[in-house]
């Protein structure tokens, strides 16, 4: 049974029975970054395995709501725009997200969803490539990037076509000089597998194509390099890994080439040179506030800003470390103390290939086992139609608790505890 458990193996805890939650603890002792967890608020009595889907609340962020809402609102009134520095923060937060993901200061924004920020680069980057036809994307790529992708082939009027490969080994083969886009996400939101962002990035390029990186469950886990890379455009969530509240405003990031230009069609006067000049044509900022739209929502933006302060003098490699180290922690713990109850592993087995997060399929679907789990304390979600999902955010989540997880997990299996009807349940939001 324990045997299995040997890749976290150290001289210092080689003398731990390596299935015993001593050795978690062990790992807890020597993990670097453990301190970083009481900066958040967590249930005491809940294993909080979803900050793929919804990061955990950061301690400074209720207050910095509070003062925002209290004091900048409540008596600086429209005055905040300026004296609280209001106007800057969409680019005040993309400068602080920048080093997060390997760009400078002024190629990242914080604006809108990234559904929508999508729909701005990808509509940006087929009018750098006017003559070529096609995009191509996944199939498993995250059901809302192909949506849109679709959406703004519907309104090129069907000028563009959507190509989706089937198998990751042949995206590269269809990088033909009729492709003027590649878009994909870096981290798999089902099974945490992670493209080769440089080579793939290297591919459309001498194919003559852009690309552009979902980086939803990349920011926050793996050190990223967007300007090493060569990526042209970026998009990527605010409230998965870096924490800022259901809800908060994404980013996106573009290329200084790409920067002017007037390919963002979502022209509003957020991203005009002069908003406050009220002319009556549009005239692109020219810079990376063109690819604001509307007016900002301050309230979200500063929760994700105080969320983004925790980040400060982070080493990215550790928390990438961290997130290797506690998915084959949970994988390792399931398959010794989970075996025979029909979980396949879907996720990649080499650390090096996989995200923050571990996903198994089961043969019943799996929803009613991530219910009975939920209502027993541990926090992870379920993907349609059969995908048992867990995230295990670095900044907080500890070793005790992938342990006690999967010590829950195997009472649930063994007991059938997860059988019962209220479970089998869907609600909206699973
Ligand atoms: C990979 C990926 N892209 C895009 C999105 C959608 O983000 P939003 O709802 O903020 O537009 C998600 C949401 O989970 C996601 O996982």
């Not at 990234?114 to 059901?143: G, H, M, Q, W």
């Not at 090096?352 to 399929?361: K, M, N």
Request: proline residues 6%.
């Amino acid at each position: 049974m324990t045997s299995a458990i040997t890749s976290h193996l150290d001289p210092e805890h080689a003398g731990t029975d390596h299935a015993s939650v001593e050795h978690a603890s062990a790992l807890d002792a020597a993990d670097p970054l453990a301190g970083l967890r009481d900066s958040f608020t967590l249930p005491a009595d809940v294993i909080y395995l979803d900050g793929n889907s919804l990061g955990a609340l950061p301690r400074a962020v209720p207050d910095r709501i509070a003062a925002t809402v209290t004091d900048e609102w409540g008596d600086g009134l429209i005055r905040s725009w300026n004296d609280a520095d209001w106007i800057n923060a969409p680019r005040r937060v993309g400068a602080k997200i920048a080093p997060l993901i390997g760009a400078a200061p002024d190629n990242v924004i914080a604006a809108d969803s990234t559904t929508v920020n999508l729909f701005k680069v990808l509509s940006a980057a087929l009018a750098l490539r006017p003559r070529r036809r096609k995009i191509i994307t996944e199939t498993r790529n995250f059901p809302t990037d192909n949506y849109i992708a679709e959406g703004v082939i519907r309104q090129t009027g069907g000028a563009h076509r959507l190509v989706h490969a089937d198998d990751v080994k042949t995206i590269a083969d269809l990088l033909d000089d009729d492709v003027a886009v590649l878009m994909l996400t870096h981290v798999n939101y089902r099974d945490g597998s992670v493209h080769d962002m440089a080579g793939l990035t290297r591919a459309a390029h001498d194919a003559g194509a852009l690309v552009i990186w979902d980086l939803a469950h990349s920011a926050g886990v793996i050190p990223l390099d967007l300007a090493g890379c060569d990526v042209d455009f970026a998009v990527g969530c605010g409230y998965k890994f870096l924490n800022g509240g259901p809800g908060a405003p994404a980013f996106l990031y573009v290329a200084p080439r790409h920067l002017g230009g007037d390919g963002q069609p979502l022209s509003g006067w957020f991203g005009h040179a002069d908003p406050f000049g009220f002319a009556p044509h549009y005239r692109p900022a020219g810079d990376i506030t063109q690819y604001l739209c509307g007016t900002p929502p301050v309230i979200s933006i500063v929760a994700l800003e105080a969320a983004l302060d925790l980040w400060d003098g982070i080493d990215m490699r550790q928390i990438h470390a961290k997130a290797r180290q506690l998915t084959g922690y949970f994988i390792d713990l399931v398959e010794a103390r989970c075996g025979g109850h029909g979980l396949a592993l879907i996720s990649p087995r080499d650390a090096e290939l996989r995200g923050a997060q571990v996903a198994f399929t089961h043969a019943t679907g799996g929803h009613a086992i991530i219910a009975a789990l939920i209502a027993e304390g541990v926090i992870g979600d379920f993907r349609a139609p059969d995908v048992l999902r867990f995230g295990f955010a670095p900044l907080y989540t500890r070793f005790v608790d992938v342990w006690h997880a999967v010590d829950r997990l195997a009472g649930i299996l063994d007991q059938r505890r997860w059988d019962r009807p209220e479970f089998h349940l869907r609600r909206k939001v699973t």
